[in-house]
């Protein structure tokens, strides 16, 4: 048996805000940070939860929050990786805009289907981000925006590598990521429909604890709230 635990990071100055985020570098709010704190300590008190490797995205409320869980939790010796494809769906043009305003232009019905569905795809940007993280990556593979189904194409390569086969082996593993990409891991997991799909919220740093056989049965899930 192994355990993987996904923490969706804490809150951010742009859920505060009620902001889209996606790919935009924002930091962890002050609240964030407390419940940051918060999961760092119901991480700690897992039974027989030894995590091997941390995994996490590229931007920093992720990064921030896999940091203090790993403090709080004595992991800091754990290995971490930050990849991109663990990164939040990207929001394409909506980033950066409040989502109560996206549905006064868009209307609810659509804003609803663009955030909760899984092949709507928002309003594409006209080119991929530039930024430094991602100098190293082919510039084809980057999104001008996503929709949820596209998020789970590009980081289940990633899970299927890295993550997959050490819980195979046995070994504990811990996810800090994005409340979309972990429903895009979870809905892949569990096996949950489209339809289904939109009905699942992933809360900010609420640890979600599930039990693995060698054959990547899942054997029990946990919500730590």
Known sequence: ???LVLVRHGESTANRDNIYTGWNDVPLSSKGIEQAKSAGLKVAHISDFVPTHIHTSVLSRAILTAYIIADIGNFLYVPITKTWRLNERHYGALRGMNKDVSRKVYG???VLEWRRGFDSVPPLLDKPV???????TDMHLMP?????HQTQ????PYIEDHVFPELRKGHDQLIVAHGSSLR???KKMEQISDKEIVKLEVPNAQPIVYTFDQNLNIQGKEILR
């Open 108 to 110: 609810k019905e659509q």
């Open 130 to 136: 530039i930024d430094r993280r991602y100098q190293t």
């Open 1 to 3: 048996m192994a355990k």
């Open 153 to 156: 194409q590009r980081l289940m």
């Open 184 to 186: 895009a891991l979870i």
């Open 144 to 148: 001008c925006g996503e929709s949820l």
